[in-house]
């Protein structure tokens, strides 16, 4: 990793100069010209600005850092808030911040949470990344929780009950009476949707229905691919009565491709979503959705990192408690007499 002297040889300054620049010291008399060659220098080096002369001075930074993929994803306010409740009674700061696909090398992480900036960091895996994006993101020289993903060799994860909430999902449907019951999948590379997935496999051989292929629609996270997969199943000439969706922005965008087909919700197609926020009270119609416990894994993550960071090991946890709670709303019914609606044309 480039050093400061190594930008400032490169530039033809001295480190003082090129330390100035970088930390945009306007009070410095620097012509624009010196200042242009120290930031090009930097950037054909990937030089990282470094900060550790305060958490030399500190100890530490006494700040942590969550990385998520989309920070106005509201799926993230209640991890946010979690981790933010213990940093706060911790005493450390939150730095929050968004790591996407189109950010995903190797030096990205480093250089969005700047060296000696933060203690550590929690991240949220981006739906696009491999596990091998992934393991050279976090390849950092703080410690790094995970949040709902784990990777092999990699210490430090929380994880959800993913399998517990399909598996609610499924139940309720059927308490309901279906029997032709879809699932929209999560993104493929995400070991969370992997989890989802095999847990609505499980949940479909327990209530003794049969898990159709042609009724497993490959999707992602987000509400447009969540539209796609359910427009290809919509037009299947024998479809399901219900959906689970992976994902709640899934389910929206599934709920919009029924609109689009002229299907109702949920007269002709329930609807239910892993995962909750605040939006699900103000679809039309509402969604019923199976909360799972993100301010509770958000708090444990970061009560891993802060403990880690005064000597206790990392380790990888599932949140069992609370449970994953079935939030009963608009967008499921019973079947209309027990048997699939006719396909609109």
Known sequence: MARLKDVAALAGVSPSVASRVLNNDTSARINDNTRQRVIDAAAELRYVPDHRARALRLSRADAIALIVPEVNNAIFSSLHQGVQSVAHERNSAVFLAQFDAETADANALAQLIGNGRVDGVIVQRNEHFTDDDLIAAIQLDVPVVLVNTRLDGHAGSVALNDREAVAIAVTHLVELGHKRIGFVAGAPRHDAATRRLEGFRDAMTVVGLAAREDWIAPAGWEA??????????????????????????????????????GIQVPGDLSIIAVQDAWMSEYTVPRLTTVAMPMREAGARAASMLLDHLGGVPLSDELVTEPHPQLMIRESTTAPVGGAPASRAT
């Not at 359910?230 to 000439?237: D, F, R, V, Y």
């Open 224 to 261: 447009p691919a969540g539209a796609a997969a359910t427009s290809g199943l919509l037009k299947l000439a024998a479809r399901p009565t219900a959906l689970v969706t992976a994902s709640l922005n899934t389910a929206i965008g599934a709920m919009r491709a029924a609109h689009d087909a």
